[in-house]
């Protein structure tokens, strides 16, 4: 969905290195999320934010850390990446009042960490 | 947390019908059913979502029986494009999508 975006679309780095991902929205939702895909596998929830003021970990979190910089912008981090968080990123958004919580999401980041 | 469990794959031909049943025995009184589809190096994009009975838009129906604790995603005439694959999830919309879980899903290979 065009009106999620994320950036970058690839990055490739090496072991320990700080690494940002963002994702930026003009739905006017109220929610984002960070997922991880694995390949062949499902999405798995790293973290979740309600509202700017709210940030919630999810299954995954151990390793990452989120920003919610303003209700449009959610940005996640890897302090010091490792092999095994090579994965696809997507960034979500939703939106309470809806009443059906659908997930909108980003074109996904594809990160490779060395 | 509702658990579902769906086929791992279906292989189905161009024109035909898919069925993909979805088993959620411990749904909740205020849980609604979401399907979604997932083409490769893309996010999940919302198919359809209801609380009971029949579902119906352009794209799929959804089929919930009384006591909801399965429900059955149904592809009408599928072509190749369809090929993807196909999530089952179980939540509270109102609670927040964090509680609903993407498994692995059901990965379906459309034939020409």
């Known amino acids: 969905d065009a009106d999620v975006t994320q950036t970058p679309r690839n990055r490739i780095t090496k072991t320990g290195k700080r690494i940002m991902l963002e994702c930026s929205q003009t739905?006017?939702?109220?929610?984002m999320y960070w997922y991880r895909q694995d390949p062949g596998l499902g999405l798995r929830l790293i973290y979740y934010s309600f509202d700017v003021k709210d940030i919630n970990k999810g299954e995954i979190s151990d390793g990452y850390s989120v920003s919610r910089q303003a209700q449009a912008k959610f940005s996640l981090s890897l302090e010091s990446a490792i092999p095994n968080q090579t994965a696809l990123y997507f960034c979500?958004?939703?939106?309470?009042?809806?009443?059906?919580?659908?997930?909108?999401f980003g074109p996904g980041t594809r990160l490779t960490v060395l | 947390l509702a658990k579902t469990t769906q086929p791992i794959s279906m292989d189905s031909y161009e024109g035909q019908e898919v069925n993909i049943t979805c088993s959620h025995n411990n749904i909740a009184t205020n849980d609604y059913i979401t399907w979604y589809q997932q083409f490769p190096s893309q996010g999940p994009r919302f198919i359809i979502q209801?609380?009971?009975t029949k579902v119906t838009n352009e794209v799929a129906s959804l089929f919930i029986p009384a006591d909801r604790k399965s429900s059955t995603l149904s592809l009408p005439r599928v072509s190749l494009s369809d090929t993807a694959v196909y999530y089952c999830?179980?939540?509270?919309?109102?609670?927040?999508?964090?509680?609903?879980?993407f498994g692995a899903g059901t990965r379906l290979f459309v034939k020409a």
């Open positions: 999830l179980v939540g509270d919309p109102y609670t927040g999508g964090f509680k609903t879980i």
């Open positions: 979500a958004t939703s939106d309470w009042a809806s009443g059906t919580d659908t997930q909108y």
């Open positions: 209801g609380y009971k």
């Open positions: 739905k006017g939702h109220d929610r």
